[in-house]
């Protein structure tokens, strides 16, 4: 999937086997190991679980994102853009586009997200991307959701509908 400036598309696992070596958070290394992990126990399901490479078109590999596979209710979303690429709206625009894919999957009603209380560039993007605060903490701070229009239900205000 792609936009005039980006394009994202779920890794391989040489692709995901690379980025686990050449990870050095540890933190980030063993999050990758349990998206292939979770890629190898759900093969019919590989695109939930892998890692999503996010490029310019040119080519430059600007971040990543994922879902959590398919095992909650709501699919988790996750993303991250390398510092040098920051504040130039590229997750904003590859969110979009993962929600569109994942959106376009039956059964799918919502996505949810969460993000650290003091990552404010992270909430504004979940914003823009139509997420809104549910109430709930996770593991790094407060979740949020974007629902689906197709099942109905009525969408948060200020929820930008255009691609969702």
Same mark, same amino acid.
């Given at each position: 999937? =792609? ?5 994202? *598309?779920? +890794? ?18 063993? +999050?990758? /190991?349990?998206? $292939?992990? @979770?890629?190898?126990?759900? #093969? ?20 990543? $994102?994922? !879902? ?14 390398? =510092?040098? !690429?920051?504040?130039?709206?590229? %997750? ?14 039956? /059964?799918?009603? +919502? ?9 404010? %560039?992270?909430?504004?993007?979940? &914003?823009?991307? @139509? !997420?809104?605060?549910?109430? &709930?903490?996770? =593991? =790094? ?7 689906? &229009?197709? *099942? @109905?239900? #009525? ?7 255009? !691609?969702?």
């Amino acid at each position: 999937m =792609e936009t005039d400036r980006i394009r994202i *598309y779920p +890794a391989n696992r040489e692709q995901m086997e690379n980025s686990i070596l050449a990870e050095k958070d540890d933190e980030l290394k063993k +999050a990758y /190991g349990e998206m $292939l992990d @979770g890629c190898l126990a759900h #093969p019919d399901q590989w695109d939930w679980y892998a890692m999503w490479m996010i490029e310019k078109t040119d080519g430059t590999h600007i971040g990543d $994102l994922c !879902f959590k596979g398919l095992e909650e209710e709501n699919p988790e979303i996750g993303y991250g853009i390398f =510092e040098e !690429f920051q504040g130039n709206g590229y %997750a904003t625009e590859a969110v979009k586009l993962a929600l569109k894919w994942a959106f376009d999957h039956p /059964g799918i009603i +919502a996505i949810e997200a969460e993000t650290d209380p003091d990552n404010v %560039a992270s909430q504004k993007v979940l &914003k823009k991307c @139509g !997420f809104e605060p549910n109430g &709930k903490i996770g =593991e =790094e701070g407060p979740r949020f959701t974007v629902y689906n &229009k197709k *099942y @109905g239900i #009525p969408l948060p205000a200020g929820c930008n509908e255009d !691609f969702i």
